[in-house]
């Protein structure tokens, strides 16, 4: 923890600034680009599109920090003169304009937010044999060199990473006890939190690490110098625990063998792919205690033989699962990396030198693989996932190809919307319903949008309608209040979110992910969002009862007993029925509607219903489902709202 912490020392702290503004001079300016971005993010009252743009520069700069120093140390091992290895300083940045303008501004997107982990994963793991790149590929490097320069880089990532989370937590408690003990309340705690997280993370921490980082007098030499908690974690912690992680797995493969046709659960092929990686990393770490160690000597020499009964269990796994659902981004993930386990182990098994090299640069390899179009783990199974709902789609007979048409048409396909959920197979229908759901993880719906272009029309002429209303009713509501009008008169429409446009194409097509006797029997009603039950107009009226789908009886007072499934609502006075209101015309009514837009949701207005004494106000309301054309024995009516009595 001494050695962690003698960067804060002053002295020490001007000698790392020196060699790291000598040897890095691009990351001093984006660390404190990156750091400045992310203040402006918590202090700036920005705008969503304002917030992606400086996300998008954020991970542009991560990106080009750490390819920046996997340039300069590959250049400088090189002995390359300090010219060449700034001028070289061009590529990361070249490349991080260029992944500025590759990632797409939706930083929320899945298929962005998997494209900024494998670029960086495959950046970072290079990071870890950088100098040694011409040795690896001339098979030529020393094993002894190389573990101590990967032994170091490891260092540094584990003490950074100690550093900033010891930083992070004590602040927070200096925080907490300050203000909680002179009860400061004209400061914003959780911006001052914001701010140290990014002090520690993205300055501190960078800085620490920067000045740490091997120079080129170590990468051709094996001074090893042992970190006493590093090699305590390998020797009493990761290597125990693979051994127990080995029990489990192996314990769960007998449980499969026995029983053959059970089939084995999704997780475990992320538990092998993840332990297998884990036991790799942990291989290379053991290597400098395997002659001081049969522990470790018995788990290294056994190790390769073992992973591969798991990596047959694995295939197995894959099998099924591809067979049944073809392939998505996990199931991509676990081919890629159960084929890398494979040959990786087969190689440690086969040859008599055993490079340790070869685990990093193969997985940096893999991960660029998948990481390029169009065999891209975000291209090519969504491009699979996108034929697969095509197909189904043709299938149930709601995509049509017109190509051969007679008449000319700007596309040449149309969708035909099922009448009712009840004219397709359930199986058929969920699959449909969730490939749907599935790409429009991927792109922000565009495929979908596309697929779907008239009822994506529709959703988006009742979302702008829906927002102009809201706007109408609030104005009027705020008449009186210049600030709110202004804040009103200010809002912009956002387009459908993701989910809004899967739920309302999957409704309009008559299809959906989960089928339950309930869901499909019955229909509910709901206010909208932006129109309230209140206030309420009492003229004429001189009674208000609240009701609900339960109720109490009450001796000399009103109360209610609502029965949606005979339409109607009696009110009572004791045990007396004094009055029933009639809701069949109205209910007649609402099922029409359904019909004509099945996510409709209605205004106070349209949830009312006035007859000569009463005005029954509902704001949730549950009812028979016209499409269901079955009996039900689990149907389920409910109804809230009030009644006006004259």
Same mark, same amino acid.
């Given at each position: ?33 990156? !750091? ?38 590959? !250049?400088? !091992? ?85 550093? %900033? ?14 203000? /909680? ?79 053959? %046709? ?140 017109? !190509? ?47 697929? @779907? ?28 209040? /210049? ?46 969002? %932006? ?15 609240? @009701? ?6 009450? /001796? ?27 809701? /069949? ?62």
């Amino acid at each position: 923890m001494k050695n962690i912490f003698s960067i804060l020392k002053a002295e020490n702290l001007k000698n790392n600034l020196k060699t790291i503004v000598s040897r890095f001079p691009v990351w001093i300016i984006l660390i404190l680009l990156t !750091s400045g971005l992310f203040f402006t993010m918590v202090h700036g009252n920005l705008t969503n599109i304002v917030e992606d743009e400086i996300g998008r520069i954020i991970f542009s700069s991560i990106i080009t920090f750490f390819l920046s120093i996997w340039i300069y140390i590959s !250049s400088e !091992s090189c002995n390359y003169s300090s010219i060449k290895r700034n001028i070289l300083q061009i590529i990361p940045i070249i490349f991080g304009i260029l992944f500025y303008f590759w990632f797409d501004q939706n930083i929320d997107n899945f298929e962005n937010v998997i494209f900024f982990i494998l670029t960086l994963v495959w950046i970072i793991s290079f990071l870890f044999f950088a100098p040694y790149v011409k040795a690896v590929t001339k098979n030529n490097d020393k094993q002894s060199v190389f573990y101590t320069y990967f032994y170091n880089i490891s260092v540094v990532f584990l003490t950074s990473f100690i550093l %900033w989370i010891v930083l992070f937590i004590l602040w927070q408690i200096g925080i907490a006890a300050t203000f /909680e003990l002179f009860d400061i309340s004209w400061w914003n705690h959780g911006e001052l939190t914001w701010d140290w997280a990014i002090i520690s993370l993205a300055i501190m921490t960078p800085l620490f690490a920067l000045g740490k980082i091997p120079n080129k007098k170590s990468f051709n030499e094996n001074h090893f110098n042992e970190n006493i908690f590093f090699s305590f974690l390998i020797k009493y912690i990761a290597i125990p625990f693979i051994y127990v992680y080995f029990i489990i797995l192996y314990a769960y493969t007998v449980k499969v063998l026995s029983n053959f %046709w059970d089939w084995p659960k999704g997780e475990v092929s992320w538990m092998v792919i993840w332990f297998s990686i884990f036991w790799y990393i942990t291989y290379i770490f053991s290597y400098i205690f395997e002659e001081k160690n049969k522990f470790i000597k018995t788990f290294r020499k056994a190790f390769p033989y073992v992973v591969i009964p798991q990596v047959f269990m694995l295939a197995y796994a894959i099998y099924l699962r591809v067979a049944q659902y073809d392939i998505t981004i996990n199931r991509y993930f676990v081919i890629i990396f159960w084929l890398w386990l494979l040959l990786i182990s087969i190689y440690f098994i086969l040859s008599s030198k055993k490079r340790l090299s070869v685990i990093i640069s193969s997985l940096t390899l893999f991960t660029i693989i998948i990481s390029i179009w169009p065999w891209s783990v975000y291209n090519l199974p969504e491009k699979r996932q996108y034929n697969i709902l095509v197909s189904n789609l043709e299938k149930a007979g709601i995509y049509k190809d017109i !190509s051969h048409a007679k008449l000319p048409t700007i596309k040449d396909w149309e969708i035909v919307p099922l009448k009712s959920y009840s004219d397709i197979d359930k199986d058929l229908s969920k699959q449909i319903a969730s490939g749907i759901d599935y790409i429009c993880d991927f792109d922000s719906c565009n495929k979908i949008i596309t697929l @779907f272009p008239d009822q994506y029309k529709k959703l988006e002429e009742k979302n702008r309608k829906d927002f102009e209303n809201r706007k109408k009713d609030d104005l009027k509501v705020y008449s009186d209040n /210049e600030a709110m009008i202004k804040n009103i008169e200010s809002r912009i429409y956002n387009k459908p979110s993701n989910w809004e446009i899967t739920d309302y194409i999957t409704s309009e097509i008559k299809v959906q992910t989960y089928y339950s006797d309930y869901e499909i029997s019955n229909i509910n009603f709901r206010l909208a969002r %932006w129109n309230n039950v209140f206030p309420l107009d009492i003229n004429w009226y001189n009674k208000i009862l609240n @009701f609900s789908d339960y109720y109490e009886e009450w /001796e000399d007072t009103l109360y209610t007993k609502v029965d949606i499934k005979n339409k109607k609502i009696e009110i009572f006075k004791g045990e007396k029925i004094i009055d029933t209101i009639n809701l /069949e015309p109205f209910i007649k009514w609402l099922t029409e509607i359904y019909k004509k837009d099945s996510n409709v949701l209605l205004t106070k207005e349209q949830l009312s219903y006035t007859n000569k004494n009463y005005k029954v106000i509902f704001y949730n309301l549950n009812i028979d489902n016209p499409d269901y054309d079955w009996e039900s024995q689990n149907s389920y009516y409910y109804a809230d709202g009030y009644i006006l009595i004259k």
